[in-house]
């Protein structure tokens, strides 16, 4: 998840976002040239933006400063050529437009055109759509609660005291379900992780089970919003894609539906899917692409307020830090409030409990402060941490933007730590170069920084860290810690590729040694889909767009490496149970977080003051060998008991008496506790 990989991941998106560019790029300068100040713009205030139904009448108002005239389009059925009606609306405060238009609407759709220039554009569901027919190209009049499931108004996510209590895990719904080995009966859709009792054929849980199973917090959804690549007319073709290629921001993406013709239809699902997780114990957090659009000229953005709600070069071109045609402008007022309306929306209607931002180094930080501010007035256990870079150079100022570097400006809002994901495995952009579980040298502090979370820590060396040269976060809630997530190989492909001559039970030892110093860090633990299992995508970096016999979770992994499931369930239990894994401050880490000296390359060692942050074990000794072969090391002479040895847990902890000496195995880690 480097500052390239979106690039990568997107290719074949970008390109068609660049051809929707050049297509109409002659005359989309001439309008950017010709409009006025984006800053001077009318903001409006009010909380009736799109549609809102009532069984005596329908009201429509849309943002549209710079159009010469709207009309709202009322179709019987999604399929019709012909709209039942085309009113013209009226000009309003603060560049909006509205029209009450008489008589029950219910469960038709509907469209906006605008004249702009003396042309009038193509027409667009709106910006605020909530509900939309198949592939989203038109709105459909309704209220969302209608499609609310049973007993969804009781429905509640877990409640956390800290982020760093969270154990989050990345998922993309057709990947987890798919395999006819699941299981499941929906495969690939919102009602597979509604499932309970499904078992692949060796009787072992699949999907909701498993996950309830690992005993993970929180799942994180690759983007289930409306996006454009898939035909959502075609559901039984075997089409695949991450999603971040953004359509109707606020719609649930019909792909995922068991019936996409109907707009409650994936309403319900979603939310049932919601549900269902939550009654596991689980939260919900969505992948957000606010930093940019699938399409660019004919955006839903853009068939409204042309140019207004993206950012452009001094020469008036489209600016492009997200490396796929086009970037938003989260710092204009209009557009803060539509991501911050998009959010709220969200963790009401659908009680999603986090959000991932991509490339939030895009948005400005103003922004992502209001976005926090909103969703912790709806509920404080919300999760909000995003990628803290930008895939290109942008006319947003660096102080101004939400990157890694300024975390510290925004309280409650975390970022992903390359640091420790690199160090760890080998960097993003070099498949054949390994890293500290490869037995790679001198990657030590960039595995320390991680470990305390990139906090400020007297025993780190900044300068010899990898990316970062000084702490970023504020506070450990801030810093989230992975090694891997969709983008690029998968950990297990990653150390196939990159361990030369390794069997392989060595290299299941040295992914799990990778998970042990993802889940025994402090911050936030974040875990791949299927790194518990050995999960490989067969070699192919850049998947997003690869089909389900690469992208799928093969459920007699789980049977092939049951005894490295069963590690990784014991390393979030011990997390969970063990408060000095996830302090929460600073202070308390610099304080009781103490790395011991050793001289030796690959071999880092640390104590925890268990008893001074309330944990049951008075002190704790956590110990990673990097290297493949063993080696000794002297350790504080205490009453240790074995909790962790090399590659397992003991049943319960065991005494150690070699007094002050210790021999590591070879790519393992060794925790050991005085538990009186």
Known sequence: MGVKNFIFRNKTICMLALLS?????????????????YDQFPYYEGNDLEMTYKPEGTFFRVWAPTAELVEVRI????????????????QD??????????????????????????????????????ATGVNGKRGFICDPSEADPEGWQDDKGPILISAVDAVIYELHLRDISIHPNSGIKNRGKYLGLTEKGTKNIWGQATGLDHLK????????????????????????????????????????????????????????????????LHEAGIGVIMDVVYNHTGETQKSNFNLLVPGYYYRHTAKGEWSNASGCGNETASERPMMRRFILESVKYWATEYHIDGFRFDLMGIHDIETMNLVRQTLHAINPNIIIYGEGWTAGDSPLPAEQRALKANVAQMPGIAVFSDELRDAVKGPWYNSTESGFI?????????????????????QIDYHRVNYSKVPYAAQ???????????????????????????????????????????????????LHNGVEMMRSKKGVENSFKSPDSINQIDW????????????????????????????????????????????????????????????????????????????????????????????????SPVPYTEKGHLTLPASSVIILAVTE
């Open 21 to 37: 560019i050049l297509t109409g790029f002659e005359s989309q300068q001439e309008i950017q040239h010709k409009t006025d100040n």
């Open 75 to 90: 179709y019987k059925e999604y399929e019709d050529k012909e709209c039942q009606m085309a009113v013209n609306m009226e």
């Open 93 to 130: 405060v603060s560049g909006t437009w509205k029209k009450y238009i008489e008589g029950d609407l219910h469960h038709r759709y509907y469209t906006f055109r605008i004249r702009y220039q003396g042309d009038w554009l193509e027409e667009t569901p709106g910006v605020y759509v909530k």
């Open 213 to 276: 199973e690992l005993g993970i917090t929180h799942v994180h959804l690759l983007p289930v919003f409306d996006f454009l690549s898939i035909d959502e007319s075609q559901t039984n073709s075997r089409q695949y894609n991450w999603g971040y290629d953004p359509q109707n921001y606020d719609v649930p993406e019909g792909s995922y539906a068991t019936n996409p013709f109907d707009p409650l239809n994936r309403i319900n699902e979603f939310k049932q899917m919601v549900k269902a």
């Open 438 to 458: 490869g037995g790679i040298a001198g990657l030590e502090e960039s595995i320390k920084f991680g470990i305390v979370a990139a906090t400020q820590h007297p």
């Open 476 to 526: 450990p809630e801030q810093c989230v810690n992975y090694v891997s997530c969709h983008d690029n190989h998968t950990l297990w492909d990653k150390i196939r590729l990159t361990v030369k001559n390794a069997s392989e039970e060595e290299l299941v030892r040295m992914n799990m040694t990778a998970s042990a110093l993802v889940l025994t860090s402090q911050g936030i633990p974040f």
């Open 556 to 651: 007699n992994w789980k049977y092939l490496y049951g005894r490295a499931v069963k590690f990784h369930q014991q390393l979030i239990e011990l997390r969970k149970q063990h408060p000095a894994f996830r302090m929460r401050t600073t202070k308390e880490i610099s304080e009781n977080l103490h790395f011991l000296p050793i001289a030796k390359p690959c071999i880092i060692a640390y104590t925890l003051n268990g008893k001074a942050v309330g944990d049951s074990w008075r002190k704790i000794l956590v110990i990673f060998n990097g290297n493949r072969h063993p080696e000794n090391i002297t350790i504080p002479d205490e009453h240790w008991k074995i909790i962790v040895n090399g590659d397992r847990f003991l049943p």
